[in-house]
C-alpha cells in the first residue's frame, strides 16, 4: 500500500469524529452526578441525535445564570438546563436567550407560557426533617422560628432554593417577611453556597431540618428504604418551584439545541426526572408508586416579573437578619 494512501485511511476515523456534532449543556452540579438526571438523559439523547452530548457545570441553579451574563455570547454552553421562574425575568433581559419553539408542557400545576424558557420540572420548596429525631415539626414559619431547631438553607445569591425561600417567605408574608428573618435568624445553623451541600449537612446529623422539596423523602423512600424523612407543611403555603431549559443565541448548534429542547419533554427525558432529580416531570407521566405521598394545600408563586422586583428587597432583608 502506497504510504500517502495508508496514511489517509488512518486518517478517516478522526475525520468522522471530529464531524459528530457536539452539543454543550450547562446545567448545576447535581443533574450530572452518577445519582443524578444527566447520564440518563446523555445516552438516550445520543441514541437519537447523532451527536456528542456534554455536560458543564456551573455551580447551583442561580449561579448558572451568573456565569452566563459573565460569558456572554462568548460561552461555550448552547443549552442552559436549571434557571427557574424566579430567574426567567433577569435571564430575559441579558437578550442572551432565543425562542425555543415548543409548546407549554401541560403537568405543571400553573399555567406557564415562555417563548424562551420551557418547563421540565417542577416541585414545591419545603423543609425536610427526620421524624425519628423530631417528633412535632414545625406548622409555619413563625412556629419554626420560636423552635429550638437548627436548620441549614442555601445562599440565595448561588441556589434557586435559596433564592426560592426568599420569594417563599415575600409571598407569604410581604412587607412583614422582615420579622419572619429576625425569628428564624438564631434557627439557622449555616448558609451553603448548593442544595447538595447543605442536605449533606442535614444527613449527616448536623440540623435538625433542611431546605429542599416535598418530594425529598420519596429518594429514602424509593432508593433507600427508609421511610424516617418527611416534610413539614406549613399553613401559609407552600412556593413553587418550575425549572426550565433555554436555548443560547450564540449557539454554534441552534437546530441540534432546539432538538435537545423538544427531547427535554420527551418520555425519555421526563420518566427519569422522579427517580433522579427527584421533582415532578413537567409532562402527564405516571409517577413511581411511593412516590409522593401528599402534596400541600396552598401553593405559592410569583409572577416572573414579581420575582425580579422582589429580589433586591427580599435579599436585603436576608442579609439585615443574618448580621443580627
Not at 84 to 90: I, V
Request: aromatic residues 10%.
Amino acid at each position: 500500500m502506497r504510504p500517502f494512501l495508508a496514511a489517509c485511511l488512518a486518517s478517516l476515523p478522526l475525520a468522522a469524529a471530529a464531524e459528530t456534532p457536539v452539543l454543550t449543556v450547562m446545567t448545576y452540579d447535581s443533574f450530572t452526578t452518577e445519582w443524578g438526571p444527566g447520564p440518563a438523559v446523555e445516552k438516550a439523547f445520543e441514541e437519537v441525535c447523532g451527536c456528542d452530548l456534554r455536560f458543564v457545570t456551573g455551580g447551583d441553579g442561580a449561579a448558572l445564570l451568573a456565569r452566563l451574563q459573565l460569558e456572554g455570547a462568548a460561552t461555550e454552553a448552547d443549552v442552559v438546563l436549571g434557571l427557574d421562574n424566579n430567574l426567567t425575568a433577569q435571564a430575559r433581559a441579558t437578550g442572551l436567550f432565543a425562542p425555543h419553539g415548543e409548546a407549554a408542557p401541560t403537568g405543571l400545576p400553573v399555567a406557564f407560557e415562555d417563548d424562551l424558557f420551557l418547563p421540565w420540572d417542577w416541585g414545591w420548596f419545603a423543609f425536610v426533617y427526620d421524624r425519628t429525631k423530631t417528633a412535632m415539626p414545625p406548622e409555619d414559619f413563625r412556629a419554626l422560628g420560636d423552635s429550638d431547631l437548627k436548620i441549614v438553607i442555601q445562599d440565595p445569591r448561588s441556589s434557586t432554593p435559596g433564592l426560592g425561600l426568599l420569594m417563599w417567605v415575600k409571598a407569604a408574608y410581604g412587607d412583614r417577611a422582615p420579622e419572619i428573618w429576625t425569628g428564624l435568624s438564631d434557627n439557622i445553623l449555616t448558609v451553603t453556597p448548593g442544595w447538595s451541600e447543605a442536605y449533606g449537612l442535614f444527613l449527616g446529623g448536623e440540623a435538625d431540618m433542611v431546605l429542599s422539596y416535598t418530594t425529598s423523602p420519596a429518594y429514602h423512600r424509593l432508593a433507600e428504604k427508609d421511610d424516617s424523612k418527611d416534610w413539614a407543611e406549613f399553613a401559609e403555603g407552600h412556593y413553587l418551584q418550575i425549572e426550565v431549559a433555554g436555548i443560547l443565541a450564540s449557539s454554534k448548534q441552534p437546530e441540534l439545541a432546539k432538538e435537545f429542547i423538544a427531547f427535554t419533554q420527551s418520555p425519555a427525558f421526563q420518566s427519569v426526572i422522579p427517580e433522579t432529580n427527584w421533582m415532578y416531570p413537567a409532562t402527564e407521566i405516571a409517577l413511581p408508586e411511593g412516590f409522593e405521598t401528599h402534596r400541600p394545600a396552598k401553593s405559592l408563586l410569583l409572577t416572573a416579573d414579581e420575582a425580579l422586583e422582589a429580589r433586591g428587597p427580599a435579599l436585603a432583608e436576608w442579609q439585615a437578619s443574618l448580621g443580627q
